[in-house]
């Protein structure tokens, strides 16, 4: 059996519509939407703001969706740690390694990597 492919897109849509978290829709001209998803599908969102009509927004025109506040859980990273909150800390590989100042080696010239 296949596993149903994760869609951060609905899952992100999904969250702040059941949250009623307001977003800011930017879209292609600069235009800026500001209201609550009510729904959502393949190709459009529908959007509710204070003293207008529900606007159907074509998902092709949108550059960005901003949350006015976080959505909690709506994507399990597999590279977060849980807390004792139950949500998660990123753990980045990166970070864990100790940090070395970088080496100039005799008579080369510092670069700001080596200063």
Do not use: C
């Not at 800011?24 to 509710?48: K, N, S």
């Not at 901003?66 to 590989?93: A, H, I, K, L, T």
Request: proline residues 10%; hydrophobic residues 25%.
């Amino acid at each position: 059996m296949n596993k149903p492919q994760l869609n951060l897109q609905d899952i992100f849509l999904n969250q702040v519509r059941k949250e009623n978290i307001g977003v800011t829709i930017y879209l292609i001209g600069g235009v800026q939407l500001r209201g609550m998803v009510r729904g959502f599908d393949a190709f459009t969102i529908l959007l509710d703001s204070v003293g207008k009509p529900t606007q159907l927004v074509y998902k092709h025109a949108v550059t960005s969706i901003v949350p006015s506040r976080p959505v909690s859980n709506f994507y399990q990273d597999p590279n977060r740690e849980p807390n004792r909150e139950g949500g998660g800390e990123r753990r980045e590989p990166e970070r864990d390694r100790e940090y070395r100042e970088p080496r100039s080696t005799p008579g080369s010239t510092p670069t700001p990597e080596t200063e």
